[in-house]
């Protein structure tokens, strides 16, 4: 028999957290988060999201063992800017247990309906910047980004099988860099310099602080039209900020200015800490820094995680411009490849580019839908 509990106290939302662990405890490329974030995901004390979404959260119970979990979500800023009446399914993990799944989609599905939602979409959480999409390629390969799911391959089936369809995939590359940047990212780069752009480059973190507002602007102007993406208002970029600026290395950020000095460009990208992150488990402390400070050391690669160019600044070579530093940045840090992140199916340029430089798709995942 199976039976579903809202979360409702701190207990369950622990134990909610705490089920992944479980469920993947076998699971050799499943990358454990940090708990801490993810009480910052999922604490609604702790993250600013939840005032602007009617939420729910479920955890399902088979012989009075917890065996899943979701979460439910209608953003309503987002439905309201893109017309929509979604629901979305978040953070949705068991075993492969039909019933169970079954028993939990169906549950987000009733919701949506009682708040008059005519569609569901997910995995998808609050905004893009948490993890989105099962995975459907490159199950063999090592989860290296934090805001993507490392799921099992059943997890397509039980979806597909309750009546769901492709909405959008994501694809991640794997790029190798080469010992010498092309001339051709060089010749472009100057065309940008000689246009007035600036790169900014940094050493310290208290230096970039000054570009965060402008940077966040930028975010929420040039991410506008980019699926599952809600404008980030200043408490929620303080609490993003927060909780990944401690993280950042400051080399592997950089910030193109014009000739007012306005910010028109913006890439971030650190040093790939998954080895650190498997071994840390979801803890800090009281060890648990020591394997990630340790892996940013070892580690050959570099994961791109944010980037934009202010869109009537697109065909200026601001793009080659940043690609330049921070291709020369990896390698002073003796980095060999790098992870492209996300890039959304329908990003035809950057793909385009990606593919003219034979870099690999490794990786998709595939954000679903379903008319309720």
Request: hydrophobic share 40%; charged share 30%.
């Amino acid at each position: 028999m199976i039976h579903l509990k809202e979360v409702t106290n701190y207990k369950d939302l622990k134990t909610f957290i705490y089920l992944p662990y479980k469920i993947h405890k076998n699971h050799q490329e499943w990358l454990p988060p940090l708990l801490s974030d993810e009480y910052k995901i999922f604490d609604q004390k702790k993250n600013h999201s939840f005032s602007n979404c009617d939420t729910i959260m479920y955890l399902a119970f088979k012989n009075n063992e917890v065996v899943g979990r979701v979460m439910g979500i209608i953003n309503h800023i987002y439905n309201k800017v893109h017309a929509e009446e979604n629901v979305r399914f978040f953070a949705l993990e068991c075993f492969d247990d039909a019933e169970v799944f079954d028993k939990l989609i169906k549950a987000i599905e009733s919701w949506g309906k009682e708040h008059q939602m005519k569609n569901i979409v997910g995995p998808l959480g609050f905004s893009d910047k948490d993890p989105q999409g099962f995975l459907i390629k490159g199950f063999e390969d090592p989860v290296t980004v934090m805001v993507t799911n490392c799921s099992y391959p059943y997890m397509i089936t039980h979806t597909e099988r309750n009546g769901y369809v492709k909405k959008i995939d994501l694809f991640q590359y794997r790029i190798l860099l080469e010992s010498k940047t092309p001339d051709i990212y060089k010749k472009v780069a100057q065309r940008a310099k000689d246009r007035g752009y600036k790169i900014l480059e940094f050493t310290k973190t208290k230096n970039i602080k000054l570009y965060i507002k402008p940077i966040f602007d930028l975010i929420n102007e040039s991410y506008a039209d980019i699926y599952g993406f809600a404008p980030l208002k200043d408490k929620e970029v303080k609490e993003f900020t927060q909780r990944f600026l401690p993280l950042l290395n400051p080399n592997f950020i950089k910030v193109v200015i014009d000739k007012e000095k306005n910010v028109v460009a913006f890439v971030a990208a650190m040093p790939n800490i998954s080895k650190g992150l498997k071994k840390a488990n979801g803890r800090l402390l009281p060890f648990g820094f020591l394997h990630i400070i340790k892996a940013l050391k070892q580690t050959k690669q570099l994961d791109m995680l944010l980037g934009c160019v202010k869109e009537d600044c697109r065909y200026f070579g601001i793009d080659a411009l940043m690609a330049v530093a921070i291709f020369d940045s990896a390698r002073k840090a003796k980095l060999t490849h790098i992870d492209s992140h996300l890039t959304m199916e329908e990003n035809i340029k950057m793909r385009a580019t990606y593919e003219r430089m034979n870099h690999t798709v490794y990786k998709k995942y595939r954000i679903f839908e379903k008319t309720l």
